[in-house]
């Protein structure tokens, strides 16, 4: 397992050097946007053909969507910078990342379905609004979210680091030194109370924090390629279309973001596998400090373009 995982480190490392170091970027880019037009096009005919009636326009309609939630999770995306830097900094399992990239995938494509949902039925917007809508209102607020993310991981190291220093160990112990013969969070014998939440009931709830607050940056968001077929869906009569279109396009998209989560995971397994016991929790400290302060100028920088 050991050289699976750094095999998939240094084809991982190698892709972030191509991509930022020798504009490999530009050109995903490039195919990315080329991959949406021509996905764009065909949702167009998949959909005139399944208000036809057309005989198989059902899965060529949620073919194409699966396609173009690819091509759009191929481009430059929040996404892909949350599930990244999260799964870098933090030691939260392949399985659950991978979890997350779905639920925030799909997160993304129920709100495009409301906001279109409500701008249809009830506020009366045409395209224009809706897209306005997503564009410079859910867009900036979602990078703005990911930025708090990203101060949030850069708090929490700060905060890894303070528990880890030999004055706070020192406290922490005299602060237990008591009479009571219990762990933390298990019912006293002797008061017949519980001191506090268990490690197990801490590490729950804090992952439970974590993964709500990952899908929602993502989430705020909309996928303009789901607004885009909700919206032809609507007017042409066949809402039910467009929610299953979008839900199938965030699956397409958790397909390619699922891989950023094990490319992550990879890294950051394969950096503390030559660490042992405090090192790897002050290398963890200081990968949430690194990745968080990373997360949070990168996006707040974006939302400084987007509003400027």
Not at 20 to 41: K, N
Not at 127 to 138: F, G, I, N, S
Not at 272 to 292: D, K
Request: with cysteine.
């Amino acid at each position: 397992m050991r050289w699976i995982l750094g095999a998939i480190a240094l084809a991982s490392l190698a892709l972030v050097i191509w991509l930022f170091g020798l504009g490999g970027m530009a050109d995903v880019s490039r195919w990315a946007t080329a991959g949406q037009r021509e996905a764009q096009t065909a949702l167009a005919a998949a959909l005139r053909s399944l208000r036809a009636g057309e005989a198989g326009a059902w899965f060529a309609l949620m073919s194409v969507c699966a396609a173009y939630g690819f091509f759009h999770a191929a481009g430059p995306g929040h996404g892909k910078l949350v599930i990244g830097g999260y799964g870098a900094a933090s030691q939260v399992p392949l399985a659950r990342l991978i979890g997350l990239a779905v639920a925030s995938s799909l997160a993304q494509a129920m709100t495009a379905i409301v906001l279109v949902a409500l701008g249809a039925l009830v506020f009366g917007w045409g395209r224009a609004a809706m897209t306005q809508a997503a564009e410079t209102v859910l867009a900036p607020a979602s990078y703005a979210a990911i930025s708090l993310l990203g101060v949030w991981l850069v708090w929490r190291g700060f905060r890894h680091l303070r528990n880890l220093s030999p004055t706070s160990e020192h406290a922490h112990d005299q602060s237990h030194a008591h009479d009571h013969s219990h762990d933390h969070g298990e019912v006293c014998s002797s008061c017949g109370h519980a001191h506090g939440p268990s490690l197990e009931q801490a590490q729950s709830v804090q992952s439970l924090y974590d993964a709500l607050g990952v899908v929602a940056a993502v989430a705020i968001r909309p996928c303009t390629g789901a607004v885009f077929l909700l919206i032809l869906c609507f007017g042409f009569g066949i809402p039910w279309a467009g929610v299953a279109g979008a839900l199938v396009m965030g699956l397409g998209t958790a397909s390619l973001t699922a891989l950023v989560a094990l490319a992550a995971v990879s890294l950051r397994e394969s950096a503390l596998a030559p660490l042992q016991g405090r090192t790897v929790a002050v290398a963890m400290a200081c990968a949430e400090l690194f990745v968080g302060a990373c997360v949070a100028m990168i996006a707040a920088g974006i939302v400084w373009r987007m509003v400027g």
